[in-house]
């Protein structure tokens, strides 16, 4: 009787080792008795050199597939693998027969590894250690997946969070990322993750905001969300509260319901009979508010509830210009009143600037939008739709006059250029405009809400303000 011990569960480099002597041997499973460290051993076991009999080879998809399952926790898996192994062998068809007990068993034990390596990626969440003496930031997160899976999920927040230091901790293994090198080594507890970090606070808002309570169901919630990971997850403190409060969070919703506008009432047919001509002569905001709200000139018009015009002071030295109306717009009629709203207000104050001294209005005055249900879900306007919206922007501005217009989001600098190009092309730059204003790109506020990696939320909310308080302090200097 052979007796293998293995020092580091779940490592499969040294189970390997052992199986392919093994293997090369002759060595039949029930030869063999598998151990981990610290186990007692047995007093008869068979000590003898191991005489290679064979070459072995084994199937490519197998080995990979052992390389997963050698890290389930079940103290019985080095055994039941290397049975697999051994009748591979011989029978090269084994994992096609997918109704044979030692094929079925590897199968489960495959995808139970997959689905834990699964939510691992979904629920790791880093916490900010801070910056080290060259200013690259550091963070730690703790995790404790059901099996022992820190081997194969690290190199997932390797490519992923590549520029930063990061410290992955389960009771099994940690892994530690620095500079370019990828380490494994002993597991870790809890306590040498910090409780909370700033950037939880913004994700938890964001999670509320994204919550749909019409579309709540607690059995598919907990099946793919697990409350063993709630504790590590700075949501999951909200997840209660959310779902007690999503019965009457529906009842709003059904009494404030998005209705689709009617083509067929009055008062699109009287909009669809107004004449399309441009006005000869603007000479006022008001005079351009009403030719935007009676304007025919692309179809965007025939499904919104009404067109939504600019907003903010005659002589604003700030213009911001965003993309078009969302559904909260088209249905108050007035720009940046939705979520994307909500988060310019927050930037803006901690850009230093204030709303009611800005002048904020859209590259296109119509929502687009495709039903779904009761639902009105945003499109981007085409190019031909923001150029025909163009002739009301260029009258904004002059009427307005703004010295700095900053623009939101590739819609607004084709709007605001008459050319299609990238943010990250015109970003970080000041750009003179024809009528001698200066422009500022940056990205739209939606683009934020939209980024499901809160490190990388972190960044690029961060990088908006600072784009924000250029404008300002832009703004300042020209006084």
């Known amino acids: ?10 490592d499969f480099e ?18 063999i008795v598998w151990r981990h460290a610290g186990e007692s051993a047995s007093l008869f ?7 290679p009999q064979r070459t072995v080879s084994l199937p490519r998809e197998l080995v990979a597939i052992a390389d997963r399952v050698i890290c389930h926790r079940d103290d019985a898996v080095p055994s039941r693998l290397y049975r697999v192994l051994w009748r591979a062998l011989d029978d090269r068809k084994l994992l096609e027969r997918r109704t044979d007990p030692d094929t079925d068993w590897l199968m489960r034990a495959d995808k139970a590894i997959r689905r834990d390596l699964h939510k691992m990626h979904a629920f790791v969440r ?7 003496e060259t200013g690259r930031e550091r963070f ?13 999920g ?5 490519k992923r969070f590549y520029g930063m230091d990061w410290a992955i901790l389960t009771p099994d293994a940690r892994a530690i990322w620095h500079g370019e090198e990828l380490h494994l080594g002993p597991g870790g507890t809890r306590d040498e993750v910090p409780d909370h970090d700033v950037v939880e606070d913004q994700w938890r808002t964001y999670y509320g905001a994204i919550f749909n309570p019409a579309r709540v169901k607690i059995a598919a919630m907990r099946a793919e969300m697990p409350k063993k990971y709630w504790h590590n997850l700075p949501e999951a403190q ?23 506008a009617n083509p067929r009432s009055d008062k699109w047919r009287v909009r669809g009979e107004a004449d399309t001509a441009l006005p000869e002569t603007i000479a006022s905001l008001d005079e351009l508010n009403q030719g935007v709200r009676t304007c025919t000139r692309c179809p965007l018009h025939c499904n919104a509830t009404q067109a939504v015009t600019g907003e903010g002071p005659r002589q604003a030295r700030i213009m911001l210009v965003g993309e078009q109306p969302g559904d909260r717009e088209d249905l108050q009629g007035r720009p940046f009143v939705g979520p994307a709203g909500q988060l310019l207000d927050e930037a803006l104050g901690e850009a230093g600037l204030d709303r009611a001294t800005l002048y904020v209005t859209n590259a296109v005055k119509h929502f687009k939008f495709v039903a779904r249900g009761k639902r009105r879900l945003h499109q981007n306007p085409s190019t031909g739709e923001i150029d025909i919206c163009r002739w009301w922007l260029d009258k904004e501005r002059a009427l307005v006059r703004p010295d700095i217009i900053v623009s939101l989001g590739g819609s607004a600098l084709r709007g605001l250029t008459g050319k299609s190009a990238s943010i990250s092309s015109m970003r970080g730059k000041v750009h003179a405009l024809d009528d001698g204003a200066r422009l500022i790109a940056t990205v739209h506020p939606s683009f934020l809400l939209r980024l499901p990696d809160r490190d990388r939320a972190k960044v690029e909310r961060d990088q908006f303000v600072a784009d924000l308080a250029s404008a300002k302090h832009m703004a300042d200097s020209l006084a």
């Not at 040294?14 to 030869?31: G, I, N, Q």
């Not at 076991?45 to 005489?51: C, E, K, T």
């Not at 880093?126 to 080290?132: H, Y």
């Not at 690290?154 to 390797?158: E, L, N, Y």
Request: charge should be negative; aromatic fraction near 8%.
């Open 140 to 152: 730690i997160a703790w995790f404790e997946p059901e099996h022992r899976i820190l081997r194969l």
């Open 1 to 10: 009787m052979r007796e293998i011990i293995l020092h580091l569960p779940g």
């Open 126 to 132: 880093f916490r900010r250690l801070g910056e080290d």
């Open 238 to 260: 909200d997840i209660a509260p959310l779902i007690a409060g999503a019965e009457a969070r529906v009842e709003r919703m059904r009494e404030t319901a998005v209705s689709l």
């Open 45 to 51: 076991a068979d000590s003898a050199p191991l005489q």
């Open 154 to 158: 690290a190199p997932f927040f390797r």
């Open 14 to 31: 040294e189970w390997r080792s052992h199986a392919r002597a093994l293997l090369a041997a002759r060595v039949p499973p029930e030869d």
